[in-house]
């Protein structure tokens, strides 16, 4: 009955486990709701992965580009590794309980793979506006070392900017709630949890945040730039041959920031909204980017979709 009604935890004692929810009334169709997540995830990890597999093989992509989508894929695979345990744990399993430690771990992971799918979606929005601003130069400007550089910078930037995140968690103290929100855990879920004093891990969740709405916001000013630039340029055939070479990256950008920015939305001004359409709503903000990415640069880059098919029809003869 203990596993059952964890709520019941009232004592002034720490607590040794928190409870994560699957989708709450749903619980006895859990192993059918099993079969589309297993499912996504499967595509998603094999699409990075084919992904990585191709620029890392192929010479041909070997170019800036193809580098900044090989970030994009790792930090897709890391994000569906990082919730992949808990979500078929309880989809397949049952099984809700998670210890702090290993908590504090997965929200480490959770919270670095989405910094980092942000800062390379913000990389590729500067990558498209040299190459369309200033396309004479664009090689000279984003040379391998340069790709590199900016690769490792902006990795550094988001592990420093994440790591306070398990430490300020560990440091709280949970007594009476150990129920948390969603399918794995998250940091604002957690700190909610606490009854020690959170002050110190809301602000610099706040201030975390807010690197994530400057990405956004970086992202947005140089689609304002490109725009003029391409407004800019005379035939009507132009312009839309340039802009072709965006499509993936902004589809990119709105299947990671639309889930996020409704999420918060939600979170913020939809106390009272049912707690199954938050529940649903982060589950697809951690599926969907990872699934989709692959997916849209597949079909868009005629380069990789030629690179796929060869090697499909080499295997079929």
């Given amino acids: 009955a203990h596993a059952a009604m964890p709520i019941l935890n009232t004592s002034e004692t720490e607590i040794s486990n928190f409870y994560l929810v699957g989708i709450p009334g749903m619980e006895s169709a859990n192993i059918w709701i099993s079969i589309p997540i297993c499912l996504m995830y499967t595509v998603a990890i094999l699409g990075n992965c084919t992904i990585l597999f191709f620029i890392t093989t192929e010479p041909s992509l070997h170019e800036p580009m193809y580098y900044f989508l090989s970030m994009l894929a790792f930090s897709d695979l890391g994000l569906s590794l990082s919730s992949l345990p808990t979500m078929l744990r309880i989809f397949l399993f049952n099984a809700s309980e998670i210890s702090p430690n290993a908590c504090f771990a997965q929200e480490f992971f959770i919270h670095e793979f989405s910094a980092m799918e942000s800062s390379v979606l913000l990389i590729m929005s500067f990558d498209r506006f040299i190459a369309i601003c200033n396309p004479l130069r664009y090689a000279s400007i984003l ?168 090697k499909l029809c080499v295997k079929q003869n």
Avoid: W
């Avoid at 939600?266 to 359409?277: E, T, Y």
């Fill in 143 to 310: 040379t391998i070392a340069r790709v590199i550089h900016i690769g490792v910078a902006f990795s550094l930037k988001n592990i420093l900017l994440i790591l306070p995140f398990p430490f300020t968690l560990k440091r709280l103290r949970y007594c009476k709630k150990n129920l948390l929100f969603h399918s794995y855990c998250l940091h604002q879920d957690v700190m909610k949890l606490a009854c020690s004093n959170n002050k110190v891990n809301v602000i610099y969740g706040l201030f975390v945040a807010l690197t994530g709405f400057l990405d956004m916001t970086f992202i947005f000013l140089s689609y304002v730039l490109i725009l003029k630039a391409v407004l800019s340029i005379a035939s009507q055939k132009e312009r839309l041959k340039v802009l072709n070479t965006c499509v993936s990256h902004i589809c990119a950008v709105l299947i990671f920031y639309v889930p996020v920015i409704s999420l918060a939305i939600i979170h913020r001004f939809a106390k009272h909204s049912s707690v199954l359409i938050r529940i649903l709503m982060a589950d697809v903000f951690l599926l969907v980017p990872p699934l989709m990415n692959p997916i849209v640069y597949c079909v868009k880059s005629q380069q990789i979709r030629n690179l796929v098919f060869e």
